[in-house]
């Protein structure tokens, strides 16, 4: 038996043809693998083959090469029924079994791996079986598994009929599913011999959502798909809306599942990016850029497809919105993802749509909300809804030390012009701001003493700067000094002095 995607042949040795040898070619050399024993339900007397070609096969699981053992029994009380066996075939190490596929009935079988899933297909009840052998419900060297999913029927699928066209009208034929006549090849391919027709098998994520009521093994069993980004997606709005909806620990653990893949891909990434920077990758050629799966759902797209929806609901508390909302932002947090400023945007929204400011400060006071300056900005806005959001504003972009000069325009449109002065000179930035900015300031204010105020400070500051009181052409202020002049007298204006 030869597997063609891992260069694998494998030899069955001995009377009874249980001892199974491997080898594997590279670049035209073969190397001898780990002989390795299968268990047989029996030993008959005299020896003679009791494994059959038919029960064996070679399949790729989840990276891993495995040889699959479909081991018959007759079904008594001590034992339900066939159990397929996974025998870990590395390539280097002694082959191990590993897994045990519990069928729970007899019968005829036939096995298909589609999408890291084996799917069991059993002839007399016309149904398939779905295995998992990620989702283990204990640890140790030998894991137990039950079905995921209820054994389900393949979809059915009518044959088209063909020929002149009085016969293309007729209604198209039900082909006969889990037929006799059906050959099946690794990974997903089923043969209808009788009907002349060859499918490749698929396993439709949507109903699954329907058939796993344990919300975390479902986004277990999701998560390793190849396909389930929208499922996963319809999933986490699902429990969030509607009658059926979760309770916060469900949530929480949902978004803790979904966090721990966002964050292993964040590291992968950064780790290559590092790898890059620093020349390490042209050395290592097997270092690769980390592929992004659809498992990966980052914090947009649970803003644009859940949220975001979710909170424009008129029917849902809005308590249990912002302990959701609440709920992701912790979960970030404990996987050490930064925060996008749009989540603490959609709390803030919400906490004021409600009325719920006190609740809005405390958050803000004990920095349940981080800050960000599109969080001043945002808080800014909703002065005239809630003044004190103004000094909360000001206060966060003074903690963010990186946003003076946010904090000199706001301070300045609300035409509190000596206050503007007062932090620059706090910060030690009044050498280098735009006179022409605070003098349009203050000239707005139509106060002719500030004016007067804030022209002798820049002129000062000319003059310690230059050696001269005048200001350049290049800052602009011509149309301030002639005010200056008008209101105060040419005789006004600072002389130079000797330094």
Known sequence: MYCPVTSVILLSTTVQGNVLQPFFFKNGTMSKMSKFEIELPGVSKPAKLSLS?????????????????????????????????????????????MHVLKLNTTGKFALNVVDNLVVVHHQSSQTSMIFDIKLRDTE????????????????????????????????????ELYSSTWSVFQPDIIISASEGYLWYLQVKLQPVV????????LMDFLLQRRDCKMVIVSVCFQMLNGPDKSNLSVIATVFDKLNQVYKEYLEAEQSYTMAVETGQSRGNPAQKRPVRTQAVIDQSDMYTHVLSVFTEKKDVSHKFITAVLMEYIRSLNQFQITVQHYLYELVLKTLVHHNLFYMLHQFLQYHVLSDSKPLACLLLSLESTYPPAHQL???????LSTANDEIVEVLLSKQQVLGARRFIRGVGGHDNISARKFLDAAKQT??????????????QRNQRLRGSPHFTPGEHCEEHVAYFKQVFGEQALMKPTAS
């Open 53 to 97: 070609e038919r029960d064996i096969a070679m399949v790729t699981i989840y990276g891993q090469l495995y040889v699959r053992y479909l081991k018959h029994h007759s079904r008594t009380l001590n034992n339900p029924g066939a159990e397929v066996i996974l025998y870990h075939l590395p390539r280097d190490g002694t082959c191990k079994k």
């Open 140 to 175: 140790g060297t030998l894991n137990i598994h039950q079905p995921v999913l209820p054994a389900r029927s393949i979809h059915p699928y009518k044959i088209p009929l063909t020929g002149p066209a009085a016969v293309t009208t007729a209604t198209p034929v039900p082909c």
């Open 393 to 399: 504003s000001l206060d966060m972009l003074k903690r």
């Open 210 to 217: 329907n058939l796993m009521k344990d919300k975390g093994k």
């Open 446 to 459: 139509r106060e002719e003493m500030l004016f007067y105020t804030i022209f002798r400070f820049f002129e």
